[in-house]
């Protein structure tokens, strides 16, 4: 069984790019979320996907976009970016209708400059 | 809204002591789950355990045990003759029904134990 995989690890950013981060589900999973880890702190959910659609959204802004794949791989896309959006950027699948069983992965730790 | 909170930013313990991880949380919906998950300093988030409101049994699994106590608001782990092993952040969430994976976590208990 393959676990939830994340790329890229780490990388570094200036103000005002942008960056796409991915994540691949666990076999058999059709939902990915994505969660916002800043220094310090617990995570916090930026959003969920289903079926291609999103389902669910935290207090995020719209630079904060996401796409799922019809393989139920899934990316985070971060537009105009901010020193606080320096964190560790978890995503997580899970089974729908299987309350909370979410399987992480390692995340891609991103630094603003 | 939901609020978790975890009020033991740090502990430190010794090789075979036991040690209690506190969690209270706030909500006003009826139906919800509440969750330990431990972070290794690998970064990905280990499920240790879920338990839905309904459900006020105590759970012993191993070295690990969980106390949820509703009326006190209280889902405190318990971690019975730590090892260095156990060293890590363990993180308490939330999360109301139909409200998709929308977990509420707390800030987090770094746990750290010595020889």
């Known amino acids: 069984e393959t676990g939830v995989t994340q790329s890229p690890t780490h990388l570094i950013k200036t103000r005002g790019q942008q960056v796409t981060l991915r994540c691949s589900s666990q076999?058999?999973?059709?939902?990915v979320s994505w969660y916002q880890q800043a220094l310090g702190q617990g995570p916090q959910f930026i959003f969920q996907y289903y079926r291609e659609e999103e389902n669910g959204r935290g207090n995020f802004p719209p630079r904060f976009s996401g796409l799922q794949f019809p393989n139920y791989s899934s990316e985070l896309n971060v537009n105009a970016l901010l020193l606080g959006d320096s964190a560790l950027y978890l995503c997580?699948?899970?089974?729908?209708?299987?309350?909370?069983?979410?399987?992480f992965g390692e995340g891609s730790r991103l630094t603003v400059l | 809204a939901q609020k978790v909170t975890q009020a033991q930013t740090e502990i430190s313990v010794v090789e075979k002591e036991d040690v209690t991880l506190d969690c209270v949380y706030e909500?006003?919906?009826?139906?919800?789950?509440l969750f330990w998950y431990k972070q290794p300093p690998s970064g990905e988030l280990v499920f240790l355990i879920r338990?839905?409101?309904?459900?006020?049994q105590n759970e012993i699994s191993g070295r690990y045990s969980w106390n949820f106590q509703k009326s006190t608001s209280s889902f405190n782990f318990t971690i019975t003759a730590s090892q260095v092993v156990d060293s890590a952040v363990y993180f308490c969430a939330l999360l109301i029904t139909g409200t998709a994976s929308k977990l509420t976590f707390g800030t987090g208990t770094r746990l750290q134990v010595t020889l």
């Open positions: 338990r839905n409101s309904f459900d006020e």
């Open positions: 076999s058999g999973h059709n939902t």
């Open positions: 997580a699948s899970s089974s729908a209708g299987v309350t909370g069983e979410l399987f």
């Open positions: 909500t006003r919906d009826t139906t919800y789950y």
